[in-house]
């Protein structure tokens, strides 16, 4: 059995190779997308694309995800950069590299952060479904950063309470096209399914409540640095935002940044990094705080900016 995925082709996107841009498109590794394309399942304007045809002005892409026959396996993998912030019996603190998923799902072959634990030789929460056991916030493949994991039943549980009621201090950096104005603000705008883009979301006036508080902490010619803190936590939320009030994070290319400028700062994923989180310990009652570095691809980014 096979579900059907219809993507029209953005902007940002045309002229850009099959695989790579599919595997933008729908948040998958590169060798994904090449495999759906090498077997047939991708049509562009009806016609059958291979990984290297390239996409097209007003193209609309058919893709045929074939069904998986058994449940998503969580597979130990060893990932370069992968960091132990924190952990105890009931609760693991991971800085993510980009380019890991934070669990297993359809299309994905990469590397994933429960993978990457299992690896380890540590075993995470046996709650929630299969492919998310443990699994009580996530980040985007393309984004970096603080990311916590549920060791016990109890630790799942509260965790899960603990972001439904945002009662985590969640604070991102991210480096955006232009300069806001004002330079500090909120974002309160609904967020939901882009209507046309399946593996997209946008503001949408029938979306989830969504809000985006954000402050510049330094600004380049054509880019500024700013700090992020999450009200509520919804998909692509910062990277929606930003895009709808036309700041792409730069390197975002699904959102509408410019390829040029992601090519020259050598950024092939959005410059998002997941800098600090605080919150109740689910079984201590003291309160925890974990901070991390920007990864090397990020760092670099911000030396050219500054030096532009």
Do not use: C
């Not at 480096?175 to 609904?190: K, N, Y």
């Not at 997209?200 to 006036?205: L, T």
């Amino acid at each position: 059995m096979t579900s059907l995925k219809l993507l029209p082709v953005p902007d940002s996107l045309i002229g850009e190779r099959a695989d790579a841009a599919l595997a933008k498109m729908m948040g998958l590794s590169r060798s994904a997308a090449a495999d759906l394309l090498a077997e047939g399942h991708v049509m562009l304007n009806g016609k059958t694309i291979g990984k290297s045809d390239r996409l097209v002005v007003d193209g609309y892409l058919e893709v045929s995800m074939p069904t998986p026959k058994t449940p998503l396996a969580i597979v130990p993998v060893e990932v370069p950069g992968f960091k132990i912030v924190y952990q105890d019996e009931d609760i693991i603190v991971v800085d993510k590299p980009a380019g890991v998923a934070a669990h297993p799902s359809v299309g994905w072959d990469g590397p994933t952060v429960p993978g990457a634990l299992l690896a380890l030789g540590i075993q995470i929460s046996t709650s929630g479904a299969q492919e998310r056991q443990g699994i009580v916030q996530r980040l985007d493949v393309g984004t970096s950063g603080l990311m916590t994991l549920a060791k016990s039943e109890i630790a799942y549980s509260r965790l899960k309470q603990a972001f439904r009621d945002r009662a985590v201090h969640k604070v991102y950096h991210a480096v955006i096209q232009g300069h806001p104005d004002p330079l500090s603000g909120t974002f309160d705008a609904p967020i939901g399914r882009h209507p046309k883009a399946e593996f997209k979301f946008a503001v949408m006036n029938d979306g989830k409540h969504s809000v985006t508080h954000y402050e510049t902490l330094e600004a380049f010619p054509a880019a500024s640095l700013v700090e992020v803190v999450l009200e509520t936590g919804r998909t692509h939320q910062i990277r929606v935002h930003f895009s709808a009030f036309r700041h792409p994070l730069v390197g975002d290319t699904m959102y509408g940044a410019d390829p040029k400028l992601a090519a020259k700062l050598n950024l092939d994923r959005q410059w998002l990094h997941a800098m600090r989180l605080s919150f109740e310990h689910p079984t201590q009652g003291r309160t925890v705080e974990f901070s991390s570095e920007y990864p090397a691809d990020l760092a670099h980014a911000l030396e050219v900016l500054r030096a532009s």
